[in-house]
């Protein structure tokens, strides 16, 4: 597998796990009680954006270490999905 195809899988994988993991330990200024003047009362009140940024770059390496494993295992093939309908033959 090209390690331009490694980085790019990687990529979308960082972003959809740091979706996944963005919700997690928060809480709202109103349920602390320490709302800030100006700003929306459901905006969080810590949101630890690196040690969120941290945890979703090691989820991602996992998965895409799997991904690359089962890939380079020959259990998945990547030509396979591009031709899958037809949209691209061969």
């Not at 330990?25 to 690196?50: C, F, K, M, N, V």
């Not at 991602?60 to 494993?69: D, E, M, P, W």
């Given at each position: 597998?090209?390690?331009?195809?490694?980085?790019?899988v990687?990529?979308?994988?960082?972003?959809?796990?740091?979706?996944?993991?963005?919700?997690?330990?928060?809480?709202?200024?109103?349920?602390?009680?320490?709302?800030?003047?100006?700003?929306?009362?459901?905006?969080?009140?810590?949101?630890?954006?690196?040690?969120?940024?941290?945890?979703?770059?090691?989820?991602?390496?996992?998965?895409?270490?799997?991904?690359?494993?089962?890939?380079?295992?020959?259990?998945?093939?990547?030509?396979r999905?591009?031709?899958?309908?037809?949209?691209?033959?061969?």
């Amino acid at each position: 597998m090209p390690l331009t195809t490694l980085a790019a899988v990687f990529f979308v994988v960082w972003w959809v796990v740091l979706f996944a993991v963005l919700p997690f330990g928060i809480r709202s200024q109103h349920e602390t009680g320490d709302i800030a003047p100006g700003t929306d009362p459901g905006a969080p009140s810590a949101p630890r954006l690196a040690a969120k940024a941290g945890w979703t770059t090691l989820v991602a390496l996992v998965v895409t270490g799997t991904f690359y494993a089962v890939s380079a295992a020959g259990l998945i093939d990547l030509e396979r999905f591009v031709t899958l309908w037809g949209l691209f033959p061969r």
